[in-house]
């Protein structure tokens, strides 16, 4: 082993669902290290909400999940994923009663609430704080395996690949990654015969976006960069409603909170206005649609926000389903037991990403991807509620699968090139960094939101092409620290967002461009080659 370089078995990037799944699967036999950027908890999954879709009750069927799949993701879905993940899901929700998940239970059976989308009651949850037990679970069973070191504050810069060996094999072979120490600053190279890429989605491309702050697609950069295809990137989700607030600026108001009876009102008129976009499914139609309604109403009326009233059920049953909610929602003011809620759309879920086949593997060689990170097929063109949990445990175990079954094909990792701080100083000044992360953020959320256009589209390709060589400058001769490893993902990403919305003539699904208001016959993803 070089100085400056570990090796285990496997590394797992991320600590969220995906990643511990994975970990997990593989700790019965490998040596794994998981790396998170922050703390063990600082994924998407630790602050899911509503819950895992999973077919449990007798009236339901694994055909109606699926087609409920189908319609939301407007036909882009992959019908062998969709088949694939939804048979899955029983038994991954039996692992994780195993691993002590308190789910919600109903005297001998789990409570199943509803969300947009589901034509049955589906969704298993703990209260409305699913993924914090999740989370914790998955992490004490990950601390008790000897197999598994999890190493938090380690922020990965880039995977390690042929071009990195001291002899360069020439091969996209992927050999672990280059992690930052967040603590010390010291890069360092993680070596792996096989790597497992989890590092959730890039939500923080948007201004306003209900993902924690970490979400900024290093993953997928880090995968393009080294030579992965990425699709469908155009198909980012906004969740119809997060909390309107002036100083709690991302806080979900889940969809069950739809799902057990709450209605979205005009503010000033009282208006019931889904009726006039979808008067058969109401606030229970998906999630694109209703987000879409809602950005209609603000900007027909110049509204700040819309109401969500869930406060003509008795205030018991609010306070037992949305116990952390309605908590939340009291310290700011607002009772909803009593009275409606100020909400608007807000960035929750990156349905594209990282290609990956039914084993989880991407186009690389020794690279494999699950969860949030990827496009595997599943959500299409728009995620169905609670489906994307379940992707990461489908997938986070595919992946660990087909990686033991391999074991024995996979070499050893060549020696490595250390990574080389001889030609880079300390960042003079890192108000660069802020000011090109807000304009990103910014530009994203006007030119490339929830209904787009051509003109907006290119207007934002022209801002992300001449703050390219800025960031490429500034890389090239500064020390890397967190800050910059995420700028360079998230302009990394934003241009990946728009070169796939240009790309789509047509409107599906989540990419509504008022130049190209109709639908293509034949469903295309759109897969952007390194
Ligand atoms: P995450 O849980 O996001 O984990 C990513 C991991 O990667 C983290 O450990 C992070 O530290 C690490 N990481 C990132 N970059 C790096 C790097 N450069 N180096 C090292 N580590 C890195 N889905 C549902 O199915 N049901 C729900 O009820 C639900 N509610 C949601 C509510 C909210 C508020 C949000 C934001 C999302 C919700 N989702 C829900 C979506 C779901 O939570 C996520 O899609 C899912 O948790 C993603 O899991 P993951 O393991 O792929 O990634
Ligand atoms: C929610 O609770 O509304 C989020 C569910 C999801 O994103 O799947």
Redesign the pocket.
């Known amino acids: 082993m070089n100085a400056g370089s570990t090796q285990y078995d496997v590394l797992v990037?991320?600590?969220?669902?995906?990643?511990?799944t994975a970990a997990l699967s593989l700790a019965t036999r490998l040596k794994v290290l998981v790396?998170?950027?922050?703390?063990?908890?600082?994924?998407?999954?630790?602050?899911?909400?509503?819950?895992?879709?999973a077919v449990l009750d007798a009236g339901d069927t694994f055909d109606d999940h699926i087609r409920d799949t189908m319609v939301a993701g407007a036909g882009l879905n992959d019908r062998e994923t969709v088949e694939f993940v939804i048979e899955r899901a029983p038994a991954a929700i039996d692992r994780l009663c195993e691993l002590g998940v308190p789910f919600n239970r109903e005297s001998d059976h789990l409570h199943l609430t509803r969300e947009g989308g589901h034509s049955h009651r589906r969704?298993v949850?703990v209260d409305d704080a699913?993924?914090w037990a999740v989370?914790a679970a998955l992490l004490k069973a990950a601390e008790e395996n000897a197999n598994i070191t999890l190493l938090?504050h380690?922020?990965?810069?880039d995977l390690i690949t042929g071009r990195h060996e001291e002899k360069y094999s020439g091969s996209g072979r992927v050999w672990g990654?280059y992690?930052l120490d967040e603590t010390t600053g010291k890069v360092e190279a993680y070596k792996a015969r096989a790597t497992v890429l989890?590092?959730?989605?890039a939500?923080r491309v948007y201004q306003f976006?209900?993902?924690?702050r970490?979400?900024?697609g290093?993953?997928i950069a880090?995968a393009w960069r080294a030579g992965a295809r990425v699709s469908n990137m155009e198909m980012m989700q906004f969740?119809p409603t997060c909390l309107y607030n002036l100083e709690v600026k991302?806080f979900?108001i889940?969809?069950a909170v739809r799902g057990e009876g709450g209605r979205l009102f005009h503010p000033e008129t009282g208006h019931r206005f889904m009726a006039d976009y979808d008067p058969e499914r109401m606030e229970l139609a998906p999630r694109d649609v209703v987000a879409r309604a809602i950005d209609d109403q603000i900007k027909r009326y110049g509204l700040d926000y819309v109401h969500l009233d869930i406060s003509h059920e008795p205030p018991e049953f609010v306070k037992e389903h949305f116990p952390t909610i309605h908590e939340k929602l009291l310290g700011l003011g607002i009772d909803m037991t009593k009275g409606p809620i100020p909400v608007v759309p807000a960035q929750?879920?990156t349905c594209g990403g990282v290609v990956i086949d039914l084993d989880g593997r991407t186009d690389l060689p020794g690279l494999y991807a699950?969860?949030?990170?990827t496009e595997s097929g599943l959500h299409g063109a728009n995620r169905l509620?609670?489906?994307?949990?379940?992707?990461?445990f489908v997938f986070?175990d595919a992946a660990a699968k087909d990686i033991l079954a391999r074991w024995d094909s996979f070499d050893a990792p060549p020696r490595i090139r250390e990574w080389d701080e001889s030609r880079v100083t300390d960042s003079d000044e890192e108000v660069v960094i802020k000011q090109n992360w807000t304009e990103i953020r910014r530009m994203m959320w006007n030119y490339v939101g929830i209904v787009r256009t051509t003109k907006r589209l290119e207007r934002a390709k022209h801002r992300i092409d001449l703050l390219a060589s800025e960031i490429d400058d500034y890389y090239g001769h500064f020390r890397v620290t967190t800050d910059l490893?995420?700028l360079r993902?998230l302009h990394q990403c934003a241009d990946l967002i728009v070169q796939s919305a240009l790309r789509r003539h047509e409107s599906r699904g989540l990419h509504y461009i008022l130049d190209y208001p109709e639908t293509d016959e034949v469903p295309n993803d759109t897969v952007l080659v390194p």
């Not at 790396?35 to 879709?53: E, M, R, V």
């Not at 989890?198 to 989605?201: K, P, S, T, W």
């Open positions: 990037i991320g600590s969220g669902a995906a990643g511990l790396l998170a950027k922050g703390k063990l908890t600082s994924g998407s999954t630790a602050w899911a909400q509503g819950g895992i879709a969704i949850h699913t993924g989370q938090p380690h922020s990965c810069v990654a992690a989890a590092a959730g989605g939500g976006s209900t993902a924690p970490g979400a900024t290093d993953g880090m969740h991302n979900l889940t969809e929750h879920y699950a969860g949030e990170v509620a609670s489906n994307s949990l379940l992707e990461c986070g490893i995420e993902n």
